[in-house]
């Protein structure tokens, strides 16, 4: 079959570009002397992770358990969870999840470090632990060393726990200012910190200059996307993941209808210094996807010179890539142009 | 297993409140003489769909084939897509699919309308078509009556298909207007027009109103969200589907991370005049999901007097519920606060 007889919309990737952007993160960072730890949230196919690590990387990052526990099926076994687990079923999946592979865990509270702690007693398996810092996102982590420390401690206080070092997302200048305190404080304690982790593919090609930084943490430069690539970190050349549509109407001589609504592309917006509406139409560059139902992409055309006819294939390329693979359940996956197979997004819809 | 030791998030469906709202919105049409072809997208599942038809439905509603091929494995035998088909593909699967059911498609244009010719011509099934016209969404449908006679005319020159009438969404005073013109219109030349379909659950108390319509389709109605609520079509005690999320941090004094974000709750938002945020926090009715990312909802609770403590269960009513239920596998089932069942989202993910 041909990309062009595929049933639309569906996700296309292209398989060259994937290795470029690959091979380019990995030389990136060995040129840095940075580990690697690439998301899996982003791609969420096991054979993506597979080839990560042959080109290099140290061991993957997950969001999700669930998302970790289809990596390990596969048989990826060096495993960073970075998020807080909280609660006596997490526990006892990431017991059992740290007897088949090595596993460490992000936390910023005392409840999530109880919750590891009864993993590592259960399983009898040692699990690694990082403190999460927030570097300005207001997000996850701690707001302070002092806090950062007394995690430290109580992660070196129970049995089976690892104290692994720190992490953050996204790395910025305040990672910076963070690490150097805590490197300070930590050694008047004791403490040794191993890994430094950062993260985050818009900034990722300045991580060399985030001082103290060990390990980077990125998971949409795999196929990157209109923020991306707005951002400065990919050319629209290097974009290997979009969504071919198809036209379903044209009401209007202003207006078409592609069969991608929220359902295909997600709400997800973008920033407006990148661009207007919910992705870029290849070859229609002044249209405008201006409002997305389940599955209406509702197109703006007045600003276009020619104009797509009905029936006819377009291809987006989405604001922001995570969320739409998220969406799928399957990708082509082609090479120069033609269809090479049909995967499954394996660990797609691994929210617990 | 009890509500409260499910994994999350996780959605939660009440089956007393499913079973009020549709039992509600059928009375409602029988006392109007309105007949109602509920919309699956909400729900996704076909023993929801099912129980419509017991409680007197005519036939349901889908969006996608996809959705349609789900329900009639199921045994839904009366299907109607609301949504324009494009292209041979699409044609061999409703071809196969109008063997096994009952089937009507809405289309606006005559690419869709070569489309359901060819699926009639490869089946041998007749296959009912109804035109859309634009009552003010701008979104897909017709834009005057002369093209809707023209698509009509097109109808019955193709064996096999049967022009049943004219459908719209959402119905609106301006499809009182389209209808009146329509009707008059279309009696001059000859043909009756037997279904006129509406659709919109926000507005769907008012069909009564829109004269010329027979026929209403919905879909929110049967678990109600955080729209719905705001239109005046729903009350809070309706709500019949919560997603149920922890606590997994508390940075500081005023903010909140959930364990649902956009892959959980999706991006869509709310009319500013209904409230603010990603979804209402039930007992925290101050706090303010103001931002997602994929797996972490940020919660500001500044303007909260109690505040909840990591590993705290909420539950959360989502402002768009349709693509909520798309965004996840299965579903819990309850009934007066007791877990019944896991259901799986059948129909979810099917975007072709």
Same mark, same amino acid.
């Given at each position: 079959?041909r990309?062009?007889?595929?049933?639309?919309?569906?996700?296309v990737?292209?398989l060259?570009r994937?290795?470029?952007n690959?091979?380019?993160?990995?030389?990136?960072?060995?040129?840095?002397?940075?580990r690697l730890r690439?998301?899996?949230?982003t791609?969420?196919?096991p054979?993506?992770?597979h080839r990560?690590?042959?080109?290099?990387?140290?061991g993957?990052?997950?969001?999700?358990l669930g998302?970790?526990?289809v990596?390990?099926?596969?048989?990826? #076994?060096?495993?960073?969870?970075?998020?807080p687990?909280?609660g006596? *079923?997490? !526990? %006892?999946? @990431? /017991?059992?999840l740290?007897?088949?592979?090595?596993i460490s865990?992000?936390?910023d509270?005392s409840?999530?470090?109880?919750t590891?702690?009864?993993?590592?007693r259960?399983?009898?398996?040692a699990?690694?632990?990082?403190v999460?810092? #927030?570097?300005?996102?207001k997000?996850?982590?701690v707001?302070?060393? *002092?806090q !950062? %420390?007394? @995690? /430290?401690?109580?992660?070196?206080?129970?049995?089976?726990l690892?104290f692994?070092?720190?992490?953050?997302y996204?790395?910025?200048?305040?990672?910076?200012?963070?690490v150097?305190?805590?490197?300070?404080?930590?050694?008047?304690?004791?403490?040794?910190?191993?890994?430094v982790?950062?993260?985050?593919?818009?900034?990722?090609?300045?991580?060399?200059?985030?001082?103290g930084?060990?390990?980077?943490?990125?998971?949409?430069?795999?196929?990157h996307?209109?923020?991306t690539?707005?951002?400065?970190a990919?050319t629209?050349?290097e974009c290997?993941?979009h969504?071919?549509?198809?036209?379903i109407?044209?009401?209007?001589?202003?207006?078409a209808?592609?069969?991608?609504?929220?359902?295909?592309l997600?709400s997800?917006?973008?920033?407006?210094?990148f661009?207007?509406?919910?992705?870029?139409?290849?070859g229609?560059?002044?249209?405008?996807?201006?409002?997305?139902?389940?599955?209406?992409?509702?197109?703006?055309?007045?600003?276009?010179?020619?104009k797509?006819?009905?029936?006819?294939r377009l291809?987006?390329?989405?604001?922001?890539?995570?969320?739409?693979s998220?969406?799928?359940?399957?990708?082509?996956?082609?090479?120069?142009g033609?269809l090479?197979?049909?995967?499954?997004?394996a660990?797609?819809?691994?929210?617990?």
């Amino acid at each position: 079959m041909r990309i062009a007889d595929l049933e639309t919309p569906v996700p296309v990737i292209d398989l060259d570009r994937v290795e470029h952007n690959l091979t380019k993160m990995q030389a990136y960072c060995v040129h840095h002397g940075l580990r690697l730890r690439p998301h899996i949230k982003t791609h969420k196919i096991p054979a993506f992770a597979h080839r990560q690590l042959e080109l290099g990387a140290h061991g993957i990052t997950c969001q999700k358990l669930g998302e970790a526990e289809v990596m390990a099926d596969a048989g990826l #076994d060096d495993i960073f969870i970075s998020y807080p687990l909280i609660g006596p *079923a997490k !526990a %006892l999946r @990431l /017991a059992e999840l740290s007897r088949r592979a090595k596993i460490s865990v992000g936390i910023d509270n005392s409840i999530a470090l109880e919750t590891i702690g009864e993993a590592a007693r259960a399983s009898n398996h040692a699990i690694g632990v990082l403190v999460e810092f #927030d570097s300005g996102n207001k997000r996850t982590g701690v707001t302070s060393v *002092a806090q !950062a %420390l007394e @995690l /430290a401690r109580g992660i070196q206080k129970i049995p089976g726990l690892r104290f692994d070092g720190l992490m953050t997302y996204p790395s910025s200048a305040a990672t910076v200012t963070f690490v150097a305190e805590a490197k300070r404080v930590f050694a008047e304690a004791g403490i040794a910190i191993a890994v430094v982790s950062g993260g985050g593919t818009p900034n990722a090609w300045a991580a060399h200059g985030i001082a103290g930084l060990t390990e980077v943490r990125v998971g949409t430069y795999i196929y990157h996307d209109r923020a991306t690539v707005g951002s400065g970190a990919a050319t629209l050349d290097e974009c290997a993941f979009h969504l071919h549509t198809t036209v379903i109407s044209r009401p209007t001589d202003d207006r078409a209808v592609i069969d991608a609504g929220s359902k295909s592309l997600s709400s997800d917006g973008i920033d407006p210094s990148f661009g207007k509406g919910y992705g870029l139409i290849l070859g229609y560059e002044d249209a405008v996807i201006e409002r997305l139902n389940e599955e209406h992409g509702i197109v703006d055309l007045s600003r276009c010179a020619t104009k797509p006819v009905v029936g006819e294939r377009l291809r987006v390329l989405p604001n922001h890539v995570c969320v739409v693979s998220n969406l799928h359940d399957e990708v082509a996956v082609s090479r120069d142009g033609e269809l090479v197979d049909m995967w499954r997004v394996a660990a797609r819809g691994k929210t617990r």
